[in-house]
């Protein structure tokens, strides 16, 4: 697999997105309380710009009249038609059998340990011998 670099950690603070391409490939990537999701930016449904939409919350229920909210910003609403999906997996919970969107890894990296700039210049040995300066192709 090979890696893309996406931003520094702190150009994505919790509760933002950033979207961008990569391979031809519309990506989202979100920053849920300090962990970072990335999903396909296109709804299995019917082809939605899916990151584009709502982040909710899951309404849960354990007994009659009683709802609690939680897991606030981990659900993304398809902006055209209100299909729910988990951030963390893709699931749908429209259709969670049939449904899922692409999850990627993501992964928070030392910038020491990527290669520096997108652009690596030549480099060439060069040496003094009796007065010429002579470089090696």
Known sequence: MTRHVVAPV?????????????????????????EFFGLLNRCPHQGAALCEGALIGLAQSSDPGEIEYTRLGEIIRC????????????????????????????????????VKGPYVAETLKVSVESDYVVVEL
Do not use: M
């Open 79 to 114: 902006p055209w038609h209100g299909w729910e999906f988990d951030i963390r997996t893709g699931q749908s919970y429209c259709d969670p059998k049939r449904f899922r969107t692409r999850a990627y890894a993501v992964n928070v990296e030392p910038g020491t340990s990527l």
């Open 10 to 34: 702190d150009e994505l603070p919790p509760g933002t997105r950033k979207f961008l391409t990569i391979d031809e490939r519309p990506i989202a990537i979100f920053n849920v309380n300090g």
